[in-house]
């Protein structure tokens, strides 16, 4: 590869995580070209892109972003490293690799994720990581909750008109008697 090469692929990957704010960087080592080939359909089944680099191009372009200090990260860049992107769904990745572990057992293997430029690391945090609530879930969660007492109001008054149109009906016959 060339030097002209490398600078292209750093100013690519560069540009990748400054518009992705979701990444995660897998161990993948082992895998063979047929299950890389499987994952890497899996994951653009579930609207996220897979992507193997060299460990020191990663990590000359996370040193060009300025904004966060992935420096927790860089010790995690050795052997087999693959980039999960995600724009939008910052727990897409995690259920993907969880996903694909009930088939292969035990890989690919989470070495580190950033989300929102929040820093996890090591694979004890993939179920947390899967775990986790997207955006529009969590905007989902609120509204519901917002509606609830709205909801509940109208509910009692509507399973009560039987019972008040009675009442008043009862209360209308005895004054006219």
Do not use: W
């Amino acid at each position: 590869m060339t030097r002209e090469e490398k600078v292209q692929i750093i100013d690519e990957l560069t540009t990748k995580f400054a518009d992705n704010t979701h990444f995660y960087i897998t161990d993948a080592s082992g895998f063979t070209v047929d299950q890389v080939n499987n994952f890497r359909r899996m994951c653009y089944k579930s609207g996220v892109e897979y992507r193997v680099y060299k460990n020191t191009l990663i990590r000359k372009a996370l040193e060009k972003n300025k904004d966060v200090d992935y420096t927790p990260l860089f010790k995690t860049l050795n052997g087999f490293s693959g980039v999960i992107f995600s724009k939008e769904i910052g727990n897409a990745p995690a259920r993907v690799i969880s996903e694909f572990r009930k088939k292969l057992e035990g890989k690919p293997v989470l070495k580190a994720a950033s989300i929102d430029s929040s820093l996890f690391i090591g694979d004890e945090n993939l179920t947390m990581l899967s775990e986790l609530k997207s955006k529009n879930e969590l905007i989902g969660d609120v509204i519901s909750l917002l509606q609830s007492p709205a909801k509940n109001v109208i509910s009692a008054l509507l399973s009560g008109k039987n019972t008040v149109a009675g009442l008043v009906k009862a209360l209308e016959e005895r004054g006219t008697k």
